[in-house]
């Protein structure tokens, strides 16, 4: 890896930002100093700012439970990113793998991973994700029957794929979709002559959200939770 890049890997600093420090002479790499940005930088190679050791920040893989009125976005619109929950470094760096709407709660997955992330929002994956959803109206046999075969959504060519449902009240249910089309859930119903008063996704493939997770908290994903989409 080139040191410029190591450097802009490692902190907040952009390119240019590291050009500069680097022509300062304040860059030491195995306890010499190196001006040149192009510097390939060794494996277990020590990179030192004024003294201090910079240490390459690895890829992340995060679980949030994500509260309302939050978007998953990289920046703040209408409503803030889900970001700002994130007490790391280089946060801006991170993407979300399957996002939410704004009034939608639960489950999401945030990494810097690309490869990972492909594994999860590739249509081709057919990844499955399941929901808890709140219905205005109760749920019937007729409206399950259609929901499993698949249904014809406004403006998209072709059914849904099949659907999977475990009915927990008369208008409550778990969905279980394998694919991700805009506000999809909430069209579903509404193909059906329902519609969604809330909205909470639980799992995504055989990553389930962790019950001690409040609205807006997060932790870091283990080792085999990652696994699963490696």
Known sequence: MRLDKYITKSTELTRN???RLLKSGQITVDGEIVKNGAFKVEEGAEIKVDGSVLT???QRYIMMNKPQD???SNVDEVHPSILHFLEVDR???LHIAGRLDADTTGLVLITDDGK???NIISPKKQCKKTYRVWLRDKITPQAIAEL???VQLNNEKG???PATIEVINDDEVL???MEGKYHQVKRMFAAVGNFVEALHRESIGNIILDDDLMLGEWRYLTEQEIALFS
């Open 56 to 58: 390459l920040i690895g």
């Open 148 to 150: 499993e075969s698949g």
């Open 17 to 19: 930002e590291a050009k």
């Open 116 to 118: 990972w992330s492909h």
């Open 175 to 177: 969905l279980t979709i």
């Open 91 to 93: 946060a801006f760096e």
């Open 159 to 161: 059914l849904t794929l």
């Open 70 to 72: 939050v978007i998953c």
